[in-house]
Nanobody
C-alpha cells in the first residue's frame, strides 16, 4: 500500500511555470506506476501524465511538450513540471499510483492523494 501527498499548486498567470510534487510513503514505491490527473469544475477527471516502473512516460495530447513527469525512487517523489501554462490547465491536480501495467484510465488507480489546486489566470 502507498500513501500520497501533493504539494506545489497555486495561482499563476498564463505562460508561467509551476512544479507539482507528490511525496509517497510505503516500502515498494519503485514498484508503482505513477500518474498525474486533473479535474476541472463540472468536468470528469482526466489523465495528464504518467510514468512507469521503468521510467517510460506518457502524456495527454493537451499537455505534451509543456509538461514533464519524473520520479525519484530513492526520495519517493514524483514531480510534474508544467511550463507555458494556459487558463484551461486550471484544475485540481491529483497524484495517483497503481501496481503493474501503465494505464491512462483513472479508474484503474487505487491510490490517490488529496489533490492540489492549480489556477492559471489569463
Amino acid at each position: 500500500q502507498v500513501q500520497l501527498e501533493e504539494s506545489g499548486g497555486g495561482l499563476v498567470q498564463a505562460g508561467d511555470s509551476l512544479r507539482l510534487s507528490c511525496a509517497a510513503s510505503g516500502r515498494t514505491f519503485s514498484s508503482y506506476v505513477l500518474g498525474w490527473f486533473r479535474q476541472a469544475p463540472g468536468k470528469e477527471r482526466e489523465f495528464v501524465a504518467g510514468i512507469s516502473v521503468s521510467h517510460n512516460t506518457g502524456y495527454a495530447t493537451s499537455v505534451k511538450g509543456r509538461f514533464t513527469i519524473s520520479r525519484d525512487n530513492n526520495k519517493k517523489l514524483v514531480d510534474l513540471r508544467m511550463n507555458s501554462l494556459k487558463p484551461e490547465d486550471t484544475a485540481i491536480y491529483y497524484c495517483a499510483a497503481k501496481l503493474y501495467d501503465f494505464s491512462y484510465d483513472y479508474s484503474n488507480y487505487p491510490y490517490w492523494g488529496q489533490g492540489t489546486q492549480v489556477t492559471v489566470s489569463s
